[in-house]
Structure formats: C-alpha cells, structure tokens
C-alpha cells in the first residue's frame, strides 16, 4: 500500500492519504479535487493524477498545468509516467511512502525488554514540559464526534510531540490474517525510505496484552525487516483497548544513542517514553470505554428500567456493560399492550396541524412509557399510537404479573388526572390497555448502530387483541384469565381489583378466551364496591349458565356510569334475554 504526503511551507499545510489500487487520485487547487492542495498558489485547478497499478504508482501531469513539477530539480513532462517517491511544485513538497509490514521471523539477534507496572509505575517523567504541552492535546482527541481514523492520527501526532527522541510514530493492529493494519503513521524525516513496522512486537504486545520493547543490531539486513528504516535500530509498543473484541496498540521508533543497561540514563529515558505512551492509551481507552458505555446506556435507557440497567452495570466486567444478559432467549413474560384510541379520527380532524398533532401523541407515549419503566419493565416497540412494554426479562420474576397490572392501573390513573384538567394538551386522548401473560422470545435485535428491544411470540398478539376487546367491552384494561389469576392472588385492594366481564371468542382465534378487567382501588376513579364488583360477576356466571333473566337484573343493578354492563346486556335484550338452545357460554365475536 502506498500513502502520499503533501507538505507546505507551514507546518500546518500538511496532509497524508492512502492511494487504493486501481483508483485515480485527482491533485489540484480546487476543492472539488480528489485531494484538494488549497495553500499552493502554483497548482492548477486540477494539477496531476496519481494512479496506482499492480502495486506501483503512475504520475498523470495534465497538459492544462501551467506550472511544472519538479523532481531532483528536473521538471517532468505532462503525460503518464512512473511517479517519483518524491516531487515540488511552487512551495510544496509530495512524498510517496510505501507501507509494508516487516517479515515475521528474525534474520538476526535482537534484544527484547518487557516493562512491568510497577518498573514503569515508578517511572519520574523526564521533560515535563513538552509532555504536558502535548497531554494538553488529549480533550479534543477523545471527543465522541471524533472518528477512528482522526482519533489515530492526532495520536501520533501527539506522541512525536511528546517524546522527544522519537523518529517516527504509528498506529497499528493485527487483522484476521495475521498482517498489520496501520491506521495512521508519522515521522520526522520524511525521506527515510518505507514505513515497515514489526509484525513480531507487534504481535507480541497484542497478544501478551504488554508493553514490549524490541531493539535490533545496526546490520542492513535485519534492521530492514524490523524497522521503518535502516537507520532505525529500536522500537516498542503500547497497547490499548478500542472496542469490547478489539485492540490497537501504539508503535515508536527511533535511533539508539548508546546501549539499554539497567539503571543507565538511556534506559530511565526509554522507560519514561513507554510510560508516557502507555498514560496516553490508557485515557484513549477508558475514554473508549466511556463513550461506548454512555453510547450503549443512551439507548437502553429508551427500552430498560434503572434497576435492569444498574444490575447490567453491575454485573458486566470493568466499566463494559454485561450484553450477554440482553441476548435474546425464551422466558415467561407479562405483555402491556397500551394504544390510543380514535388516533386516525384526530389526525383527520387535524389534518392542518400534523406537526401539533404528533408531538401530543409523543408526548402520550411517553406518559406510558414512564410508568411502564417507572414499574420494572422493557418497553418494545413503539407501534404509531401504541406502547409494547413487558416483564420477566432479561431477569426472571414471578411477581411480573403484578408489576404489569401495577403499571396498567397508573398509566389509567395519569390519563385521569389528565382528562379532569381541560385545558390540558391531552384531555382528548383516551386509551385501552391488554395485559396478557405467557412463554415468549425476548431479547436485544438490531445492529450496533441500531439497536432494539423487543418481544415475539403469541402473547403479543393475546395482548394486542385484549387491547381491542377494551372498545368492545367498555372498560379502559382488559387482561387474560392467567394474568386476572395472579392479580386476585397478589394484588392488595389498594393495589388494584378484578372482575370477570365474560368468555368471547375473538374473531380469527380458536381459543376461548376468560377475560377480566383490572380496576383502581374503589373511590380513585371509580365508584364500584366491593360488593357491586361480587353483585356484577353473579351476573356474569348466570349469563354463562344461560339463566339470562337472571343474568339481566344482576347486571341492571350496577350504576349506570359503568358500561362494562352493556356488552352483556346488549346481547341479552338483542334475545329477549334468552339464551339460545345451542348456547355454550361463549360470545363469539364477528370482528376484530
């Protein structure tokens, strides 16, 4: 692979690019260049071409370029031709520098020294100052807008800054291969031939997880296969941590000035500069860390309660969180289906406010939504006007049945404070909620950059279908006959109550389903005593039993404020409150 380098006279007016192969490279003065030069005033708009072909490159001078380009003080002519490592035009110099990993075994002796924590733990740095001039660098380098590739380069720009005897600077990690992959790279001199990091040291302080120290003989011939230049004769790297599966590690080199002994001042001199390096990874990486914690728990916090994400921190390894927990795997749930009534009515109605409109629904969702997190639960998808939330995941609970029903009764409980306000942006929105309870898939689906929360199986679909049932049989939450079990057993009356409302077969389905309504305590939101509730489900076994004369007057005898007693009642009167002879105590209901 081969990079190209373009310097000005001001230290500033620098840049490097990687050539692919097979890909033309447009150099010019105008922006709309491939690799727009904007200081050099002697460049063209569209100066010259590089092209690299079976690994060499190809220089294109264009005819049109009023200016020459010059190499070893030759100007060149316009037209093809194979490009110089190194040409002027005006003030600006460009370099070719190929980069090459070195050979992976040794053609001759070499010296290794591995630096321990507490050898470089007791490190004093040396030239202070022009450490701290360059860790000064460090808060714009771990900005979270920042991307790899920019975060790599700044880093070598910093640690050439940092460490004075240091002749170049790289950034490297071993791919799956087994090769190096440099992600940026720097030096002092920029004619001091190929880049060739070692793929040995390197290999070595990934895979050892270490700071390693590698020095070679000044021979030719060995120096070539470990270095970035003859002239080169030591080099060590840092490691750092990039991602949860994924590690970098910083590569320094430089010339020898006299031999690493024990306690002598070249070796003080090399422990600091590794010690310095390893500071800078170590903030690189918990800087990482951070941002992909914060990154993970800014999405989560949209589907997972405080205590889930809190047992997440608490049980993952260091700062990580424990995703393994989020994987996706069948478990028993509870499922709150919570949907908006008369949504298409009010958008048609709305139709000049759309805008208006949608941010009142936002605002709706996120009143269920703050309950069911507020109660323990995962919210799943958000379905246009309707909120899926769940328990019993990613950690098992048997009370998940309770929980729901406890989220069910606060979200009717926020929609009633809301209806008793009416000037309030959402007085006009009603609601019906469907709890239902069963085996089910949940987990995390999506990709790193889009991830979701969610939960498969025919209890969804129960639930969603409960939700429907609210309009047919007046009540605002209707739930399964597994889920009104539990809550008779669980919940305390000033939790919440239950009542059996009838047995109906939902069109589509052939299970007969026992559905209840969950009600407030009595006196919040509702005027039904205890003994109006035993009085109303008398009425509803009678209906079952096919006693519908009996059945009527039960059901007659509740207050007229609760319209759960016209479903039922409809369907008697629509008999002449007698039961079909082929009646079997189930309604079956003609849609959905």
Same mark, same amino acid.
């Given at each position: 692979?081969?990079?190209?380098?373009?310097? +000005?006279?001001?230290?500033?007016?620098?840049?490097?690019?990687?050539?692919?192969?097979?890909?033309?490279?447009?150099?010019?003065?105008?922006?709309?260049?491939?690799?727009? =030069?904007?200081?050099?005033?002697?460049?063209?708009?569209?100066?010259?071409?590089?092209?690299?072909?079976?690994?060499?490159?190809?220089?294109?001078?264009?005819?049109?370029?009023?200016?020459?380009?010059?190499?070893?003080?030759?100007?060149?002519?316009?037209?093809? #031709?194979?490009?110089?490592? #190194?040409?002027?035009?005006?003030?600006?110099?460009?370099?070719?520098?190929?980069?090459?990993?070195?050979?992976?075994?040794?053609?001759?002796? &070499?010296?290794?020294?591995?630096?321990?924590?507490?050898?470089?733990?007791?490190?004093?740095?040396?030239?202070?100052?022009? @450490?701290?001039?360059?860790?000064?660098?460090?808060?714009?380098?771990?900005?979270?807008?920042?991307?790899?590739?920019?975060?790599?380069?700044?880093? =070598? $720009?910093?640690?050439?800054?940092?460490?004075?005897?240091?002749?170049?600077?790289?950034?490297?990690?071993?791919?799956?291969?087994?090769?190096?992959?440099?992600?940026?790279?720097? @030096?002092?001199?920029?004619?001091?031939?190929?880049?060739?990091?070692?793929?040995?040291?390197?290999?070595?302080?990934?895979?050892?997880?270490?700071? *390693?120290?590698?020095?070679?003989?000044?021979?030719?011939?060995?120096?070539?296969?470990?270095?970035?230049?003859?002239?080169?004769?030591?080099?060590?790297?840092?490691?750092?941590? =990039?991602?949860?599966?994924?590690?970098?590690?910083?590569? =320094?080199?430089?010339?020898?000035?006299?031999?690493?002994?024990?306690?002598?001042?070249?070796?003080?001199?090399? #422990?600091?500069?590794?010690? &310095?390096?390893?500071?800078?990874?170590?903030?690189?990486?918990?800087?990482?860390?951070?941002?992909?914690?914060?990154?993970?728990?800014?999405?989560?916090?949209?589907?997972?309660?405080?205590?889930?994400?809190?047992?997440?921190?608490?049980?993952?390894?260091?700062?990580?969180?424990?995703?393994?927990?989020?994987?996706?795997?069948?478990?028993?749930?509870?499922?709150?289906?919570?949907?908006? @009534?008369?949504?298409?009515?009010?958008?048609?109605?709305?139709?000049?406010?759309?805008?208006?409109?949608?941010?009142?629904?936002?605002?709706?969702?996120?009143?269920?939504?703050?309950?069911?997190?507020?109660?323990?639960?995962?919210?799943?998808?958000?379905?246009?006007?309707?909120?899926?939330?769940?328990?019993?995941?990613?950690?098992?609970?048997?009370?998940?049945?309770?929980?729901?029903?406890?989220?069910?009764?606060?979200?009717?409980?926020?929609?009633?404070?809301?209806? @008793?306000?009416?000037?309030?942006?959402?007085?006009?929105?009603?609601?019906?909620?469907?709890?239902?309870? +069963?085996?089910?898939?949940?987990?995390?689906?999506?990709?790193?950059?889009?991830?979701?929360?969610?939960?498969?199986?025919?209890?969804?679909?129960?639930?969603?279908?409960?939700?429907?049932?609210?309009?047919?049989?007046?009540?605002?939450?209707?739930?399964?006959?597994?889920?009104?079990?539990?809550?008779?057993?669980?919940?305390?009356?000033?939790?919440?109550?239950?009542?059996?409302?009838?047995? *109906?077969?939902?069109?589509?389905?052939?299970?007969?389903?026992?559905?209840?309504?969950?009600?407030?305590?009595?006196?919040?939101?509702?005027?039904?005593?205890?003994?109006?509730?035993?009085?109303?489900?008398?009425?509803?076994?009678?209906?079952?039993?096919?006693?519908?004369?009996?059945?009527?007057?039960?059901?007659?005898?509740?207050?007229?404020?609760?319209?759960?007693?016209?479903?039922?009642?409809?369907?008697?009167? #629509?008999?002449?409150?007698? $039961?079909?002879?082929?009646?079997?105590?189930?309604?079956?209901?003609?849609?959905?």
């Amino acid at each position: 692979m081969w990079q190209l380098i373009a310097q +000005g006279n001001d230290p500033r007016q620098r840049w490097r690019q990687r050539l692919e192969d097979h890909r033309a490279y447009t150099v010019g003065r105008s922006v709309d260049c491939d690799l727009p =030069v904007a200081w050099e005033n002697q460049l063209s708009r569209q100066h010259f071409q590089l092209l690299v072909e079976n690994g060499t490159p190809q220089l294109l001078i264009s005819e049109e370029a009023k200016n020459p380009v010059f190499s070893q003080g030759v100007a060149l002519k316009p037209g093809r #031709q194979s490009a110089p490592e #190194q040409f002027v035009v005006g003030t600006t110099s460009f370099f070719l520098n190929k980069i090459a990993p070195s050979s992976t075994s040794p053609s001759g002796p &070499f010296q290794e020294l591995v630096f321990t924590q507490q050898e470089l733990r007791e490190v004093q740095f040396e030239d202070a100052d022009r @450490r701290l001039e360059a860790l000064a660098r460090l808060p714009e380098l771990i900005r979270e807008s920042m991307s790899r590739s920019e975060c790599a380069t700044q880093l =070598v $720009a910093m640690i050439l800054a940092g460490i004075r005897y240091s002749e170049g600077a790289a950034v490297v990690s071993l791919n799956d291969s087994g090769s190096i992959d440099i992600h940026a790279w720097d @030096r002092r001199n920029e004619t001091e031939g190929p880049f060739k990091p070692s793929v040995r040291l390197v290999r070595d302080s990934l895979q050892d997880d270490r700071s *390693v120290m590698h020095i070679w003989e000044k021979n030719e011939t060995t120096t070539e296969q470990y270095t970035m230049a003859p002239e080169l004769d030591w080099a060590f790297c840092v490691p750092f941590t =990039v991602s949860d599966r994924e590690s970098w590690c910083i590569y =320094v080199t430089g010339k020898l000035d006299s031999p690493i002994l024990e306690a002598n001042p070249t070796r003080r001199t090399i #422990q600091s500069d590794v010690r &310095f390096t390893q500071l800078v990874g170590e903030v690189i990486s918990s800087s990482q860390k951070m941002n992909r914690l914060e990154g993970q728990l800014s999405v989560l916090r949209r589907f997972l309660s405080p205590p889930i994400l809190t047992a997440l921190e608490e049980t993952g390894h260091g700062r990580e969180l424990n995703i393994d927990l989020l994987k996706p795997r069948e478990c028993d749930v509870t499922v709150l289906f919570c949907d908006l @009534r008369g949504f298409s009515q009010r958008a048609e109605v709305s139709s000049d406010d759309l805008t208006g409109l949608l941010n009142r629904v936002n605002d709706a969702l996120e009143v269920m939504s703050q309950e069911i997190l507020g109660f323990g639960g995962v919210t799943g998808d958000f379905l246009g006007d309707a909120v899926l939330g769940f328990w019993g995941w990613p950690f098992a609970s048997e009370d998940s049945p309770l929980k729901a029903c406890r989220a069910a009764v606060s979200i009717r409980r926020a929609f009633a404070k809301i209806h @008793r306000d009416p000037n309030h942006p959402l007085t006009d929105f009603q609601m019906g909620i469907g709890i239902a309870h +069963g085996r089910a898939v949940a987990g995390q689906i999506g990709t790193s950059g889009r991830m979701a929360v969610t939960v498969f199986g025919p209890v969804v679909n129960l639930a969603s279908r409960l939700e429907g049932l609210t309009k047919k049989l007046r009540v605002p939450i209707v739930m399964d006959e597994a889920t009104a079990q539990l809550a008779r057993k669980g919940l305390t009356p000033e939790e919440g109550r239950v009542r059996t409302l009838a047995r *109906v077969l939902p069109y589509g389905l052939e299970t007969v389903l026992s559905v209840s309504e969950l009600l407030p305590p009595y006196g919040e939101d509702s005027e039904l005593t205890d003994t109006l509730i035993a009085n109303y489900e008398e009425g509803v076994q009678q209906f079952v039993d096919g006693d519908w004369e009996a059945a009527y007057r039960s059901l007659h005898s509740m207050p007229s404020s609760d319209q759960a007693q016209d479903f039922l009642l409809a369907t008697i009167t #629509q008999s002449n409150r007698r $039961a079909p002879s082929n009646w079997k105590g189930v309604i079956e209901l003609p849609s959905k």
